[in-house]
Structure formats: structure tokens, C-alpha cells
């Protein structure tokens, strides 16, 4: 049985798709995300995300992708390998996040799947390192699904709907990725 999502590079048709699911999940999303302004709420913001994450994808220094339902084509979530450090470290850090539609049909985790695939695989990347809210138990399952490990405790470690939140590090290298996990 084939994967009932697929990852691909957002382009700019998928602007407007991806500003609805947004702010169909402004609020759900808001106890994860930082304060945004108002003008990130508009199709001019979303294009701009867009063309600048294809332009990281170039560079080799960020990776976005749409999560697409198979079935329908239709996007239901995004995720990211972003600040990307070349060099010696060669590390990415993941982050993602599912339409609340979706939730509980293992999307998060299929998509988490294929990004550390081509993360390691067509990024070169050694290390990828994602960060958790303590409290956000299903992102941390998604991550320990794939393979990650728990590496302790971030304090302060972002600004989060305007106050700094601890977080949880996972994190997985090459060597300890298993594409049949």
C-alpha cells in the first residue's frame, strides 16, 4: 500500500491554498507560532514565503515543501528543513505543521518521513533537529515514529505566542536513518 500524502516544492499556484489553510488554522495554530503581524495574512506574504523558499531550495540553504493529500491533490499541511548550515555541521532544522481537518490520519508523520528522506538523502545533510513544545505530546509521537531521539530540554528556546517557551530538541543523524522505519 502506497503513501497517502506526498511532499512537493510549493510553487506559486499554491499561494492561495496555502493562505486559506493558514488562516483556517490562524487560531488552533497560534499556541505554536510566533505573533505574527497582519500583513502575513495576505496572498502578497504567502507568494513572498513561496518565492523565497525556492530560491533557499537553490541555494541549498532551505527546503519547503507542501504536504498533498494523494488522493485529492489537495494541500494539507507544510513542512520545512530551514537554517540550514553548510560546512562542517551540514544540519537542518524540521518543522511542520498539519490543517486540523487532517489531524489523526498519520500525515504529520508520512510527511516528517519523506522530508528526513531527502533531507538525508538528496540534502546532504548529516544532522536534522527539530524543536517541541514539552506539552505537545502528537508531535512528539510523529517524531519518535520516524526515528528521532529526544536530545533534553531547550529553556527559553523560543518566542511563542508572545512569550519565550521551553522546548524539547529531537534530533537524528545520517547514520541512524532507517528509511523503513
Excluded at 127 to 145: D, H, M, T, Y
Excluded at 154 to 168: P, T, V
Aim: proline content about 3%; glycine content about 10%.
Amino acid at each position: 500500500m502506497g503513501s497517502s500524502i506526498q511532499i512537493r516544492s510549493l510553487q506559486l499556484a499554491h499561494a492561495e491554498a496555502l493562505l486559506q489553510m493558514k488562516i483556517a488554522n490562524r487560531e488552533s495554530m497560534s499556541v505554536y507560532d510566533p505573533v505574527r503581524p497582519e500583513c502575513y495574512w495576505t496572498l502578497e506574504v504567502q507568494q513572498q514565503i513561496i518565492i523565497d523558499g525556492q530560491q533557499s531550495m537553490e541555494a541549498g540553504s532551505g527546503y519547503i515543501f507542501g504536504i498533498f493529500e494523494q488522493e485529492s491533490d489537495t494541500l494539507v499541511g507544510r513542512i520545512e528543513l530551514s537554517g540550514i548550515a553548510r560546512g562542517p555541521f551540514q544540519n537542518g532544522y524540521v518543522g511542520y505543521f498539519v490543517d486540523q481537518h487532517y489531524h489523526g490520519r498519520g500525515y504529520g508523520t508520512e510527511a516528517l518521513r519523506q522530508c528526513t528522506a531527502f533531507g538525508f538523502e538528496e540534502g546532504q545533510l548529516h544532522r536534522i533537529q527539530a524543536g517541541v513544545l514539552p506539552w505537545n505530546i502528537p508531535s512528539q509521537r510523529v517524531l519518535e515514529k520516524v526515528g528521532f531521539r529526544k536530545e533534553g530540554l531547550a529553556e527559553r528556546y523560543l518566542h511563542i505566542n508572545g512569550k519565550w517557551e521551553d522546548h524539547l530538541l529531537y534530533a537524528m543523524t545520517a547514520e541512524e536513518w532507517h528509511p523503513s522505519v
